[in-house]
């Protein structure tokens, strides 16, 4: 604090350094006004009414009552309105074939939150191996494993999904049986490992893009002080890449939450998640537009909650080694 | 005072240190021949007995062995609770495995008595366990065990010997093993097993050739799937970067400007069913009063309704393509934004100074600095639209020729069992992905080489 008041005290006319204040502060608002102009502005709320009015319509929707959405335009709420809650509970209890669409709320949950956590921390260990332990091949592998994202998720799911459910038998002698698990209730382990195991090229790539940016000394200091790798990772490496980790943990959290075909193929029919309720209530029911458009919301909630309390994050971790250069 | 007389004492012998160094590096070396070597034998001894696991004769209903807890056992116990009561115990059991690893990493690499048993009880006891958990069949336990020590004893062997110390690749394997493993079982092997199954029939019994691959390219679907593919693949990246960064450009620094970035964000957080419940609704089609706001406008006009995701050819895949942009724009305006606003306010100023036009400034400050993002925002959408799935299986689910390779895979597997041609259509997918990756490894390694 002393250091801060030292510096100040040399500019010892008030009044010049008012004025040169007040000059920056004009100086930037010139700066600011040049740089975007009515045209602009005008052009970036076109795009954003574009967007939206898809969304609006549908939000829309889920207010009106049932008989109305099958016979007349959402837009038609402006002349005559007539607005109700039931659809949302009419959504909640009504569902795909063997699941309402709140019980695959929570199966959408159970899936979602362990496979952010498990994809962050493996992929987080092996990116600290890669950002700080010196071996042989290190560029070469690195770059082969940014390169497994050359893999679509399409070709890997049935091979993976035999060795889940029918084990490894080479050459008609069987080695390890498979996991019986389709039977079982609720079981999401197939669907959280094929999850994290899709998601691991991407997440290594861009948490070591950030770890691999923590100053050395800070490192060095902590080998000094007897801390071994386990210490470092634990008690230095993982507060100090929290933005990336919690930027990395909502773009999972998204795609986990909106995935459609992993938790298709994966997951027993009592453990499919909301993506699958809501697409099976499109088809079973024709077009009830009343309850899509409620589910739909519902089922974005999530999603915009997570992203909402982590945005600040979001794209500064986001960005860490990829704006280099 | 002390080290001034050690150091004055050593200086007049150069020459002896430095035989001692030449003779300790080809010690070294000689040790470090005989550890591959070693090492060399101990892999073709677990190679020599997995053959003869496997070519052993078969036997007739094995049982499954396990120490009692498998992960098999584990799994099923945790599938009967709750799916909320899931949650907590799965993620407590693996903090705990998360732990043990971080002690390990911590406490094993050191140097001392206590700390080299404990590796030597890691290195065999983890591999056995590991093996154990997943209930190998009666006839090949004693093999699987086997491997497992000789695994686990290599590992002891080559780490004691290493070069930068002992317990320096047992903590490097501990790092990397569980994103290894994941990554071998998950993604390559799958990789492997799907470039062979292209070259056989349905069943994947009888070797075909490229008859897969002729069927991928003449018969209708996998004809269209092609196409479709790459009009999505070009059109897709284009419009989602360029009306991205457009909009990042026109409202920065404008007023309201995080509301306006969260209105054109939100698509991304829905999920391709909602976007695609969204979209059907405006794309609805039907006589009489229109309910679907893209008809009532073609009505209001005058026209004649329109089936919009009926009109072939390519019509509706450009219908799908909107749907898809209208989606990924967000992401692509969020990365845009944070570079345009990392640029440089300085070089903004001077190049307004030199009298330049917005466009100029935007083309000759804007765009070189943000370049490396837009490489990345390119990537991602081009990647993410060659694997699109959702859109197409939930708007059209592949009629009327909207069909793509990565949808059309997916149904040739589900609907028809037919596997050689989802294998083929896979195989063709990831060709479109390669160049891709390829351009992105430059990139990369420029960058590194700036660095």
Redesign the interface.
């Known amino acids: 604090m002393t250091v801060g008041t030292v510096v100040i005290e040399p500019v010892d006319d008030p009044r010049s350094a008012r004025q040169l204040a007040r000059d920056t502060r004009k100086h930037e608002k010139l ?2 006004k ?4 009515k045209g ?2 005008i ?3 076109a ?2 009414f574009f ?5 609006f ?2 939000l829309v ?1 889920s207010f009106r009552p049932p008989a109305d ?7 038609t709420v402006f002349t005559n309105p007539d607005f109700s809650l039931g659809n949302y509970s009419a959504a909640l209890t009504s569902g795909g074939t063997t699941l309402t669409l709140a019980e695959s709320f ?2 959408s ?2 899936i979602t ?2 496979v952010v ?2 994809s962050l ?3 987080s ?2 990116a ?2 890669f950002a700080w ?3 042989k091949f290190k ?1 070469l592998l690195f ?1 082969g ?16 999904l035999s ?1 889940f459910s029918r084990g490894l038998t ?8 498979g ?3 389709r039977d ?6 197939t669907v ?3 999850h ?3 998601s ?2 991407l997440a ?1 790539f861009l948490l070591h893009n950030f770890i691999a940016e923590i100053p050395s000394e800070v490192i060095e200091a902590a080998r000094v002080d007897g801390a ?4 470092i ?2 008690r230095m490496i993982l507060p100090l890449a929290a933005p990336a980790l919690a930027s990395f943990a909502v773009l999972e959290f ?1 795609w986990v ?5 992993v938790a298709t ?1 994966f997951a027993p029919s009592s ?1 499919l998640p909301m ?1 699958q309720s ?2 099976s209530l ?1 088809g079973t029911w024709g ?1 009830q ?1 009343f309850l ?2 409620a ?2 919301f519902l ?2 909630l999530a ?2 909650i997570v ?1 909402f309390a982590l945005q600040r994050f ?3 971790g ?2 860490a080694g ?4 | 005072m002390s080290e001034v007389k050690v150091e004055s004492g050593t200086t007049p012998a150069p020459n002896r240190t430095e035989l001692d160094a030449v003779e300790r590096r080809q010690r070294e070396g000689k040790r470090h021949r005989t550890t591959m070597i070693v090492v060399a034998i101990g892999f073709i001894l677990v190679a020599a007995l997995f053959i003869f ?4 004769p ?2 007739e209903d ?1 049982r ?1 062995v396990s120490l009692g807890v498998s ?2 056992s584990f ?2 116990w ?7 009561v ?2 907590p115990l ?2 407590i059991v ?1 903090g705990v495995v ?1 732990g043990l ?7 094993a ?2 140097s001392g008595r206590g700390y080299f048993w404990l590796r030597v009880a890691a290195c065999f006891i983890i591999p056995v366990v590991a093996f154990m958990l ?4 009666q ?2 336990v004693i093999y ?1 065990v086997l491997i497992a020590v000789i695994l686990g004893a290599l590992l002891f062997f080559a780490d004691l010997r290493a070069r ?1 110390g002992a317990g320096y690749l047992f ?2 394997i501990i ?2 093993a ?3 493993i ?2 071998l ?7 492997i ?2 470039i062979f ?1 292209s070259f056989f029939d349905k069943t994947g019994d009888n070797f075909v050739g490229l008859e897969n691959y002729v069927w991928t390219f003449t018969n209708p679907e996998g004809f269209w799937s092609v196409i479709n593919t790459i009009i999505w693949v070009l059109v897709a990246p284009t419009f989602a970067t360029v ?1 991205g960064l ?2 990042a ?6 007023r309201g400007e995080k509301a ?1 970035k969260i ?12 976007a ?7 794309y ?1 089609f039907r006589q009489g ?5 893209l008809n ?1 406008i073609v009505v209001a006009f005058g026209g004649e309704p329109i089936s919009w995701l009926a009109v072939e050819p390519l019509f509706n895949t450009l219908c799908l393509l909107a749907v898809f942009i ?1 989606s990924q ?1 967000g992401l692509a305006m ?2 845009l ?3 345009v606003k ?1 640029v440089p ?1 300085e070089q ?2 001077a190049a ?1 100074i030199d009298g330049t036009n ?1 466009w100029q400034r935007f083309r000759n400050v804007t765009l070189p600095g ?1 370049r ?2 837009i490489v ?1 925002v390119v990537t991602t959408v081009a ?1 993410g639209s ?2 699109i ?2 859109v197409v ?2 708007m059209t689910g592949g009629r009327s020729n909207s069909t793509v390779l ?1 949808f059309e ?2 149904n040739q ?1 589900q609907r028809f069992q037919s ?1 050689g041609h ?2 083929a259509l ?2 063709v ?2 060709l479109f ?2 160049p891709l ?1 390829v351009f ?2 430059i990139q ?5 080489e ?2």
């Open positions: 700066a600011q040049r740089l975007t102009s602009a502005t052009a970036a709320i795009i954003a967007w939206t009015i898809p969304t319509g549908l929707t959405t099958q016979t007349s335009g959402w837009w929570l199966n949950l159970a939150i362990p956590a498990f921390v493996v992929a260990l092996f600290y191996a332990i010196d071996f560029n770059i494993v940014f390169a497994l994202q050359i893999v679509p998720i399409q070709m890997a799911l049935v091979p993976l060795l080479i050459n008609d002698v069987m080695i390890f049986p996991l019986e698990l079982i209730d609720h079981s999401f382990a959280w490992i094929a994290t195991i899709f691991l090229p290594v071994g790798h386990g210490q990772f634990f998204i939450w909106n995935d459609l075909l193929i453990s993506t809501l697409a499109s077009n537009w899509q458009a589910g739909t089922s974005i999603p915009l992203f979001f794209v500064r986001l960005l990829a704006t280099k250069g | 696991m496997i070519t052993r078969p036997l094995p499954p992960l098999n799994f099923q945790l599938g009967n609770l709750g799916p909320i899931q949650i799965v993620l693996f998360v690893i971080l002690l390990l990493i911590e406490y690499p050191r997943l209930r190998p069949y006839g090949a699987v930068q903590q490097l790092f990397s569980p994103a290894v994941l990554l079982i998950g993604l390559i092997y799958p990789a097993a799907t199954a009306i457009a909009y450009v026109f409202i920065d620094k404008a306006l209105l054109i964000f939100m698509p991304f957080a829905i999920s391709f069913v909602g695609g419940i969204i979209w059907k609704l405006m609805d009063e229109q309910i679907g706001l009532a209208w724009t969020v990365i934004s944070a570079a990392a306010i903004m100023e307004e917005a943000i490396s993002s990345v990647i060659l694997k799935y959702d299986a939930v990565a895979m997916v597997q596997y989802s294998a896979a195989v997918l990831f992905v390669v990756i992105n490894v990369i390694r420029k960058q590194r700036i660095r």
